[in-house]
Structure formats: C-alpha cells, structure tokens
C-alpha cells in the first residue's frame, strides 16, 4: 500500500472516529497569593483560603505553613484549548466515613490565549483524593474522560478492578 494511499485514508476519517481520552486527577499545589490558572479558577475562593491560611501562620507553630491550596487536576487538549478539570480540596465533604473519598467542587474550564472561561461548575464531585506523590498506577483515582464525538468530560472512580461511572458531566464547547 503506498504512502499517498494510507495517508488519504487517514484523512478521510470522519472526526467521530477520534477516541476517548481518560487522565487520572492528580494532585497539585498551587500558591494563593500569585497569579496562576489554579488561582484564576478558583479566584472566588482564594481570598477565604488566604485569609484562613495566613490565620494558621499566625498561631504558635503555624510560622511555617505556606500560603497554598491543593487541587486535584487534569488537562485535555481540545480543538486548540486547554480544557483544565480542578476539583479543589477546600470546603470538601466526608463521604459517609470511606476513607479517600470527598465530595469536592469541581470546575471544568477553557484556556485560550490567556482567557480563562469555567465551562462547568460541580458542587459536589464524589473524588478519591491522594497526596501529590501517588504513583501513576495506583490502585484508587478520580478518571476525567473526554469524548471526542458528545464533547463531554465524564468521571469516574477506580478501585482496584472496580470503575464506578459518576453521573456528572460537563460539555466542552
């Protein structure tokens, strides 16, 4: 078969024929007093967290707790954007005593050229947290998936064998 035959034949592919693509939310800090994308998503929380954050630095033996939050993030690259899934640590629920698992907000938000637009807002994401250093390949995530053909972001939590379809879900425009 010749290059010009495979080369045509791969760009008579219809779009939906794209794959799903699934990242693994990881954690992330982020500092609350500069100006980054985690702060900019979050931009309406920050000045509560600086201020309880800045609290603790006041009590004796809180000198050394910086001024950051944590994030649990992934990025898709779609159509020339950057779509960023946050899901943020602050003002996180307990799920019903199971360790690891919270029920956090989530903000799903495009990136392109330097303008920043929150597609979607979750009040309460049921995600499995983990410290910054978890191995790629543990055993509990929260998976993000983009799917090429609905234009939508879905979760899902993985234990072990077991992956549980969440019902949230953000369309990416």
Excluded at 23 to 32: E, I, N
Excluded at 51 to 77: C, H, I, N
Excluded at 126 to 140: G, I
Aim: proline share 5%; aromatic share 6%; hydrophobic share 45%.
């Amino acid at each position: 078969m010749s290059v010009a035959l495979i080369l045509a034949m791969l760009a008579s592919f219809p779009a939906s024929a794209q794959q799903m693509v699934s990242h693994r939310l990881l954690a992330q800090t982020f500092s609350l007093t500069d100006s980054n994308l985690q702060a900019r998503i979050w931009a309406d929380q920050v000045p509560e967290m600086l201020k309880f954050r800045e609290y603790l630095q006041s009590t004796p033996g809180g000198a050394d707790k910086p001024l950051v939050g944590v994030v649990y993030t992934t990025s898709f690259q779609v159509e020339g954007k950057q779509i960023v899934v946050s899901v943020i640590r602050n003002n996180c629920a307990n799920a019903g005593g199971v360790p690891n698992l919270l029920f956090c907000p989530t903000r799903v938000a495009s990136l392109s050229g330097g303008k920043l637009e929150v597609l979607g807002d979750i009040a309460d994401l049921l995600v499995t947290v983990s410290e910054a250093d978890a191995p790629q390949n543990a055993r509990k995530a929260t998976i993000a998936t983009f799917d090429p053909q609905t234009h939508q972001i879905t979760f899902a939590n993985v234990d072990g064998d077991e992956r549980t379809e969440l019902s949230q879900k953000v369309v990416v425009r």
